[in-house]
């Protein structure tokens, strides 16, 4: 294990299923999001659902989609429709409508999409935030979609996801957002402090590459100064690393994507 996966192993939060009770309810300004109806300790299991509609790997045809949307129920259809979808894209009719919920509710089945996109009831439903508070995984074996708060939440909160990777300052991440159509206004984005915030993922983001560089590559082919080559060097970096992770509120998971 590299140091930066040991510094994610040491926040990786723990399975603990529990009945966890959340509600729909508008937002501000994202549409509707999940709301948490009591507090919800670290590590708890929220959601863990099967794929409404799933995609496999290497698809890219829209004939495979409306295909597999046919063989839903009336329940699970209306469920489908009732997610957030571009109005430009849906104007154009129901096919168009039913590709663009999936455009913008999918969600990946294992890293790099190993087992295809998929979209769910639940999960397909939780904002964006550059500060989630709850975080998935994928089981082939199980065929779901578990997800569990990384941080705690408290009661009232609304329950929030990352859709991008968030080891990036705010005028990246904004970028990347904008495939969603939407400005983020989280807690870090809306914040006054946005500019240590940025200051402090642009370092991550340094430190992520250099690590990445020290797998990649053997130590004679890197520039030293943009790399920890001793071990000593290592540890600072990861401890670094850790230090800024702790600083920004993000943990383990959030970083995985990154
Ligand atoms: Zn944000």
């Given at each position: 294990m590299d140091r930066f996966a040991s510094v994610i192993e040491q926040t990786r939060p723990r399975d603990r299923p529990a009945s966890v009770r959340f509600d729909l309810r508008?937002?501000?300004s994202k549409g509707y999001g999940f709301y948490a109806l009591h507090a919800i300790e670290r590590g708890t299991?929220?959601?863990?659902?099967?794929?409404?509609?799933?995609?496999?790997?290497?698809?890219?045809?829209?004939?495979?989609?409306?295909?597999?949307?046919k063989k839903l129920?009336?329940?699970?259809?209306?469920?489908?429709?009732?997610?957030?979808f571009d109005d430009n894209e849906a104007s154009a009719g129901e096919d168009d409508k039913a590709i663009s919920i999936f455009?913008?509710?999918?969600?990946?089945?294992?890293?790099?999409?190993?087992?295809?996109?998929?979209v769910f009831a639940k999960y397909s439903r939780l904002n964006h935030s550059c500060l989630p508070n709850i975080d998935n995984s994928y089981s082939a074996s199980t065929g779901k979609l578990t997800a569990?708060?990384?941080?705690h939440i408290e009661s009232g909160e609304e329950l929030t996801t990352s859709?991008?990777?968030?080891?990036?300052?705010?005028?990246?991440?904004?970028?990347?957002?904008?495939?969603?159509?939407?400005?983020?206004?989280?807690?870090?984005?809306?914040s006054r402090d946005v500019a240590a915030s940025n200051k402090r993922r642009q370092r991550m983001c340094?430190?992520?590459?250099?690590?990445?560089?020290?797998?990649?590559?053997?130590?004679?082919?890197?520039?030293?100064?943009a790399v920890p080559i001793t071990p000593s060097e290592r540890s600072t970096w990861a401890a670094e690393l850790a230090k800024l992770c702790k600083e920004e509120g993000l943990v383990g998971r959030d970083l995985e994507h990154a």
């Open positions: 508008a937002t501000p299991l929220i959601i863990d659902e099967s794929p409404l509609v799933a995609v496999p790997p290497g698809i890219n045809d829209a004939s495979y989609l409306l295909g597999a949307l129920t009336q329940e699970q259809l209306t469920t489908f429709h009732n997610l957030h455009a913008l509710n999918n969600v990946e089945m294992g890293s790099e999409q190993t087992h295809g996109r998929a569990h708060a990384i941080r859709y991008i990777n968030l080891v990036q300052p705010a005028e990246q991440r904004a970028l990347e957002l904008r495939q969603w159509g939407f400005e983020c206004s989280c807690s870090v984005c809306g340094s430190i992520r590459e250099a690590f990445d560089i020290m797998v990649d590559h053997d130590d004679e082919t890197v520039d030293p100064d």
